[in-house]
């Protein structure tokens, strides 16, 4: 049975709910995170109308199998997958920052680059590039994280001076962000993709930081088809990818970006199932398994969570 909209549950020493744009989190005695993955999709920081079959569960499985491939890198807030779409792990003390790696100049960093600009969150950029040329060496071009409202970019400098993060938790980020991408980059090549840029989240427990969050999926990172890129670059070709920016673009198309006097375009049914189905796809290409539909009902899922947290409270 596909559940289309997922309603609120109530867990036992349930002691916080937050209602994100496309999971919903709650807090279990101040200790322990559940996190359904729901089917709602977003862009341009704004909630589509309509849900996508089975995003929830792709996406909740992504991160679980890349948190699990590179728990020797750093240590991360995973603890149990109860459910095809829920997750259930440490509560974390958020840094209020995004961490996002760049390997190629592509999205937001072209666009700033195509402007004549050539610093982007404090970082130099050099002269002479294309659209998605490799750097040299991935960068880090850190985003606010926002609760309300659109994300900014911010530097390493505003990061330390600003007191979210201090210089030695700093290093630590940019060190295990490195070395994450760097796992991303490899587990991609094997699956004949590049990974291009993504996002890290990143918490403490005491004086220890975790991984948190989603790592590796479609709407936090860009793939690029390894096949053929270079003679796409040389030619001036758009890459193939494996992403949501297909999503963006039809909104760009049908003329919208999440400006205030916009208005979100009707999608079609066929149109949701086209998007599953590239959901669908990236799955398959990024673990190289096919994906398997479990749907649940609430009634299973909610019992599932509970044992779960059970378990790990002993």
């Not at 349930?14 to 279990?28: A, E, L, M, S």
């Amino acid at each position: 049975m596909y559940i289309r909209r997922m309603k609120q549950l109530q867990f036992p020493q349930q002691t916080n709910f937050y209602k994100g744009k496309v999971r919903d989190v709650y807090t279990i005695a101040d200790e322990y995170i559940v996190m359904i993955a729901s089917d709602r999709i977003s862009a341009f920081d704004v909630i589509l109308p309509s849900t996508i079959p089975y995003k929830g569960q792709v996406l909740n499985q992504i991160a679980a199998y890349m948190l699990g491939v590179t728990k020797d890198i750093c240590p991360n807030w995973l603890l149990a997958i109860p459910a095809p779409t829920i997750s259930v792990g440490k509560k974390c003390t958020p840094f209020k920052i995004e961490m996002v790696v760049r390997g190629n100049l592509t999205g937001h960093a072209w666009r700033t680059y195509a402007e004549g600009k050539r610093i982007l969150c404090g970082v130099q950029l050099p002269e002479g590039m294309k659209e998605n040329d490799f750097f040299f060496s991935p960068i880090i071009t850190p985003s606010t994280k926002a609760d309300e409202g659109h994300d900014e970019d911010i530097s390493k400098d505003e990061i330390i001076s600003k007191g979210l993060a201090t210089k030695e938790d700093w290093n630590i980020l940019e060190k295990y962000a490195l070395a994450l991408f760097q796992r991303g980059k490899e587990i991609a090549a094997k699956r004949e993709l590049i990974l291009v840029d993504t996002k890290y989240e990143f918490g403490k427990i005491g004086n220890e930081i975790y991984l948190m969050d989603e790592v590796h999926t479609p709407d936090s990172s860009r793939y690029f088809f390894k096949d053929g890129f270079e003679e796409r670059q040389s030619s001036g070709e758009r890459q193939k990818q494996l992403s949501k920016e297909f999503v963006r673009e039809w909104l760009i198309e049908n003329n919208f970006m999440g400006k205030q006097e916009q208005t979100v375009p009707a999608m079609s049914d066929e149109w949701v199932q086209t998007i599953s189905r590239r959901y669908i796809e990236l799955y398959e290409k990024v673990i190289g398994e096919s994906f398997k539909p479990e749907p649940l009902s609430e009634e299973e899922i909610y019992k599932r969570t509970v044992s779960a947290i059970d378990k790990l409270k002993g």
